[in-house]
C-alpha cells in the first residue's frame, strides 16, 4: 500500500549526531502508526521509537533524551534525529509502516549506521 526509502545513514563519531529520513509514498490514510526498528550482526531487531497517526511517541529506554521521531504535517517523511550517539547505537537502521485495521505492514530496505571514532 505504501512504500518507504530511508536515507540518512553514515559514518559517525561517538558524541556526534545524525538525522534519518523516511519518505513516504502511498496510501498514507491507510497507515496506523510509523516505526524506526535497527538490527546489529548477530542481534534481533529491535524497536527504536515508534509515532502513531496521531502523534504519540514511543522510545526504547536505550535511546530517550538522546533521539527524537517527529513527521511533516503531511506525513510525507519520518525522521529520526539522533544526538549524543554511541558505539552501540551502530546497526542497520528500518523505517517501518503499521496499516489500520490489523492489515500488515511494510519495510523500507534499511541504511547503516556506524558510530565510531
Known amino acids: 500500500q505504501v512504500q518507504l526509502m530511508e536515507s540518512g545513514g553514515g559514518l559517525v563519531q561517538p558524541g556526534g549526531s545524525l538525522r534519518l529520513s523516511c519518505a513516504v509514498s502511498?496510501?498514507?490514510?491507510?497507515?496506523?502508526?510509523m516505526g524506526w526498528y535497527r538490527q546489529a550482526p548477530g542481534k534481533q531487531r529491535e524497536l527504536v521509537a515508534t509515532?502513531?497517526?496521531?502523534?504519540?511517541?514511543n522510545y526504547a529506554d536505550s535511546v530517550k533524551g538522546r533521539f527524537t521521531i517527529s513527521r511533516t504535517n503531511a506525513k510525507t517523511t519520518v525522521y529520526l534525529q539522533m544526538n549524543s550517539l554511541k558505539p552501540e547505537d551502530t546497526a542497520a537502521y528500518y523505517c517501518?509502516?503499521?496499516?489500520?485495521?490489523?492489515?500488515?505492514?511494510?519495510w523500507g530496505q534499511g541504511t547503516q549506521v556506524t558510530v565510531s571514532s
Open positions: 517501518n509502516a503499521v496499516y489500520r485495521g490489523g492489515n500488515g505492514n511494510t
Open positions: 502511498g496510501s498514507i490514510f491507510s497507515i496506523a502508526a
Open positions: 509515532i502513531t497517526s496521531g502523534g504519540i511517541t
